[in-house]
Nanobody
C-alpha cells in the first residue's frame, strides 16, 4: 500500500523559511521521481518542484526558482522541499506526489497535504 506522508507546514512570516518532508512507503522509493505540488484556496493545483529518482535532475516552477530547493534521501525514503524567502503568495496546501508503475500501468499517488501559511 503506497503512502506519502507530508509534514513541516505551518505559519511563517514573510521572508521566513520552512522545510517540508514527505516520507514514502509501499514502493521502491529509489526507482521513481517525485514532485511537490501546491494548491492555494480557489486555485488549481500546480507543480512546484520535481526531482528524478537519483536526485541528479531537478525542475522548478518559475514562481519559486531561487527560493525553493527540492532534495531527497533515498536511504530514508524521504523527499524534502526547503522553502526560503517565503511570500504571502506561497500560502497553499503542499502535496507530495509520486507517479508510479506498480502493476503495469502508471498512476498518481498523493499525500494528504500540509498547510503553509505566510502571513505577518
Amino acid at each position: 500500500q503506497v503512502q506519502l506522508v507530508e509534514s513541516g507546514g505551518g505559519l511563517v512570516q514573510p521572508g521566513g523559511s520552512l522545510r517540508l518532508s514527505c516520507v514514502a512507503s509501499g514502493f521502491t522509493f529509489s526507482r521513481y521521481g517525485l514532485s511537490w505540488y501546491r494548491q492555494a484556496s480557489g486555485k488549481e493545483r500546480e507543480l512546484v518542484a520535481a526531482i528524478t529518482s537519483a536526485g541528479g535532475t531537478t525542475n522548478y516552477a518559475d514562481s519559486i526558482k531561487g527560493r525553493f530547493t527540492i532534495s531527497r534521501d533515498n536511504a530514508k525514503n524521504t523527499v524534502y522541499l526547503q522553502m526560503n524567502s517565503l511570500k504571502p503568495e506561497d500560502t497553499a496546501v503542499y502535496y507530495c506526489n509520486a507517479e508510479l508503475n506498480l502493476s503495469g500501468r502508471w498512476n498518481d499517488y498523493w499525500g494528504q497535504g500540509t498547510q503553509v501559511t505566510v502571513s505577518s
